[in-house]
Nanobody, 124 residues
Framework: QVQLVESGGGLVQAGDSLRLSCAAS????????MGWFRQAPGKEREFVAA????????YYAGSMKGRFTISRDNAKNTVYLQMNSLKPEDTAVYYC?????????????????WGQGTQVTVSS
């Protein structure tokens, strides 16, 4: 069992940066591939970025590539999402997720555990 708690969301202006964190419970964090997803009001949850167990491989949705960076610190049981040059269309609830079997997956159903989410609002 893994419990995930996101933090770092907030209200920012277009062009600003935010760093989201996702803290995981348990001693097996480094056995999980991790991902970030987001869900805007009235829209489906969508893939943002993912990172492999060791952190050696990272994956991004096309629209986030170059602006967002995913990283992890296995010693701290934490995965991060650095978001730069934020746009109003980045407004959403951001979720982290853990997958035991799949690295870099875009599919929600391939993730075993989810956090409760953190709200990011970008004003124009």
């Amino acid at each position: 069992q893994v419990q995930l708690v996101e933090s770092g969301g907030g209200l920012v202006q277009a062009g600003d940066s935010l760093r989201l964190s996702c803290a995981a419970s348990g001693r097996t964090f480094n056995t999980y591939n991790m991902g970030w997803f987001r869900q805007a009001p009235g829209k489906e949850r969508e893939f943002v970025a993912a990172i492999s167990r060791s952190g050696s491989s990272t994956y991004y949705a096309g629209s986030m590539k170059g602006r967002f960076t995913i990283s992890r610190d296995n010693a701290k049981n934490t995965v991060y999402l650095q978001m730069n040059s934020l746009k109003p269309e980045d407004t959403a609830v951001y979720y982290c997720a853990a997958s035991l079997h799949y690295s870099g997956s875009y599919y929600l159903y391939e993730y075993d555990y989810w956090g409760q989410g953190t709200q990011v609002t970008v004003s124009s």
